[in-house]
């Protein structure tokens, strides 16, 4: 088991990863290290990313930086659970560059609907975080849940009606 990580080794790894990689991309951080970096938790349990596009070395930079940085690195973005939200990359953060690798985060909607739509206690925690700190907007969720609805057929496991009443509530609340 890696060790959890705090801000300081979220840095090292974008330091380690835009310089260990050969090529020019984009990675989008989502969960607990936008958490992290926005500071509503200190510590997270692994670093969630997606390449888009992902560059020359992506994947053997990965191999070799979660044993030498103590990383629990995984591949995991909103739009693996839930239909990709129309414009999710222009709504994306820029946190920075770093050697080939611009570092954003995922788009804070597309990130927020898909914690709504999984349900933890701690996802709920991490909705109203993005929401009192201005990175979402209640009627703007709506709109945008309404809008990739009936795409939830090609996601078997999520019960659209159930998803809807979780959205509609937060947004009631």
Same mark, same amino acid.
């Given at each position: 088991?890696?060790?959890?990580?705090?801000?300081?080794?979220?840095?090292?790894?974008?330091?380690?990863?835009?310089?260990?990689?050969?090529?020019e991309?984009?990675?989008?951080?989502?969960?607990?290290?936008?958490?992290?970096?926005?500071?509503?938790?200190?510590?997270?349990?692994?670093?969630?990313?997606?390449?888009?596009?992902?560059?020359?070395?992506?994947?053997?930079?990965?191999?070799?930086?979660?044993?030498?940085?103590?990383?629990?690195?995984?591949?995991?973005?909103?739009?693996?659970?839930?239909?990709?939200?129309?414009?999710?990359?222009?709504?994306?953060?820029?946190?920075?560059?770093?050697g080939?690798?611009?570092?954003?985060h995922?788009? +804070?909607?597309?990130?927020a609907?898909? @914690?709504i739509?999984?349900?933890?206690?701690?996802?709920?925690?991490?909705?109203?975080a993005?929401?009192?700190?201005?990175?979402?907007? @209640?009627?703007?969720?709506?709109?945008?849940?309404?809008?990739?609805?009936?795409?939830?057929?090609?996601y +078997?496991?999520?019960?659209?009606?159930?998803?809807?009443?979780?959205?509609?509530?937060?947004?009631?609340?």
């Amino acid at each position: 088991m890696r060790a959890e990580t705090d801000k300081g080794k979220l840095e090292a790894f974008f330091e380690a990863f835009g310089n260990r990689v050969t090529g020019e991309g984009r990675i989008y951080l989502t969960g607990g290290a936008t958490a992290v970096l926005y500071g509503w938790r200190t510590m997270t349990i692994d670093v969630d990313i997606k390449g888009d596009p992902e560059p020359t070395g992506f994947f053997e930079a990965i191999a070799v930086l979660k044993d030498e940085l103590d990383i629990n690195i995984e591949l995991a973005s909103p739009d693996l659970f839930i239909p990709a939200l129309p414009g999710w990359q222009e709504r994306s953060l820029f946190i920075g560059r770093r050697g080939h690798i611009e570092f954003f985060h995922y788009d +804070p909607y597309s990130q927020a609907l898909a @914690k709504i739509e999984r349900g933890h206690d701690r996802d709920a925690g991490d909705v109203r975080a993005l929401l009192d700190i201005g990175l979402i907007d @209640k009627s703007r969720l709506l709109e945008y849940f309404l809008a990739v609805e009936k795409d939830l057929i090609r996601y +078997p496991s999520i019960d659209s009606g159930t998803f809807r009443q979780a959205v509609a509530a937060f947004c009631a609340s």
